[in-house]
């Protein structure tokens, strides 16, 4: 777009500023990209979106620390090259931007214990971890309204198993403004209808940990491999049972990278019995294969430029930076540190 012709502030009217985090897992299978980047990517042109790989978050969890560098800077790059443009958008390194521990700590002093021991995500996790929970992961959701309230975030893009932690950010930013004085909009959702994949046996979410997934990575010979063993339908036995799409994950794969005529073409050949399982699949390999080999593309070239990626991790920082600090100077003085 040239200058001539750039929409102004004035005539775009007011964006919303949009906040959400991914997981630096090293991995983003197509579930993190359907549900989530793909998504935010939709909204880079008519919101103010700050988007951020959430290393601080990831070490609530036994890990190994050079792993996690190496997490961090690909899935970073694997973000870039999936469609969060830097350009574009705020990207960057939760780490790189400290005012959020202060920010956080300030906000420790407004969440409530009870409300932290009701968070779901917090028993499922403990009880995986055993004798190994720390107070980080039990504090997580603290962590989490600091992200949100330091990019000042008026809508968070959230899926089911995240509601409950946006509503306790709801909750410390009421506690917060009835404290100290009116400082913060409440961050609302931002519901979407993306399609939600299961993993590989249609059990459980498509995770790294469960080995369930298809990398965004995955060359058309893997997708296959791991679609063709894939669970679906239980009820078609027989190419010649009729079976239900609705309930078939292959099928809603279908409804995230196939085109109409095809996800037509499967739901009532799926019914009738005129395909099998194995034409479905074929079929929807083939539109995943197609949207994949881009982003591949794209991050090999990026992975290759490694001052490059650097550059623009630091660029994103600096961005984030300039806007915390000047929400912190502000919760300073409300709160008295100033
Ligand atoms: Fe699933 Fe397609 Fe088989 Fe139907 S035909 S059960 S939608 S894979």
Not at 19 to 29: C, D, K, L, N, R
Not at 69 to 81: E, G, H, P, S
Request: with cysteine.
């Amino acid at each position: 777009m040239t200058a001539s012709n750039a929409v102004t502030p004035k005539e775009r009217g007011h964006r919303k500023t949009v906040f959400s985090g991914i997981q630096p897992s090293g991995i983003v299978h197509i579930g993190n990209y359907v549900g989530a980047i793909r998504n935010w990517a939709g909204m880079l042109d008519d919101h103010d979106c700050t988007f951020c790989v959430v290393d601080l978050h990831a070490m609530t969890v036994p890990y190994e620390p050079h792993e996690m560098r190496q997490r961090i800077v690909d899935t970073f790059t694997l973000n870039m090259a999936a469609g969060l443009d830097p350009e574009r958008c705020c990207l960057f390194v939760q780490s790189h931007v400290s005012e959020v521990a202060e920010l956080c700590w300030i906000l420790m002093t407004c969440a409530s214990m009870g409300d932290l021991s009701r968070m779901t995500q917090f028993k499922d996790k403990s009880d995986k971890l055993k004798g190994q929970v720390s107070a980080g992961l039990f504090t997580y959701p603290v962590l989490m309204a600091a992200d949100i309230l330091l990019y000042r975030a008026e809508v968070v893009p959230v899926g089911e198993d995240q509601t409950q932690h946006l509503e306790f950010a709801r909750e410390v930013t009421r506690r917060f403004n009835s404290t100290f004085g009116e400082t913060f909009a409440e961050p609302g959702p931002l519901f979407s209808d993306v399609p939600r994949l299961m993993g590989l046996q249609n059990k459980d979410k498509m995770s790294k940990s469960l080995n369930n997934y298809i990398s965004l990575l995955d060359e058309p010979e893997q997708i296959w491999a791991k679609l063709k063993t894939a669970a679906t339908d239980p009820a078609r036995v027989r190419r010649r049972d009729p079976g239900t799409p609705e309930i078939c994950n292959i099928f809603t794969m279908h409804k995230a990278f196939s085109p109409p005529e095809d996800i037509e073409w499967s739901a009532q050949g799926c019914r009738s019995a005129e395909i099998g399982c194995i034409d479905c699949k074929r079929c929807v390999t083939d539109n995943m294969a197609a949207e994949l080999a881009p982003i591949s593309e794209e991050y090999h070239e990026l992975a290759a430029a490694p001052d490059r990626v650097r550059q623009l991790m630091e660029r994103g920082a600096e961005t984030a930076r300039a806007r915390a600090r000047r929400t912190l100077d502000e919760v300073r003085q409300r709160v008295g540190l100033r």
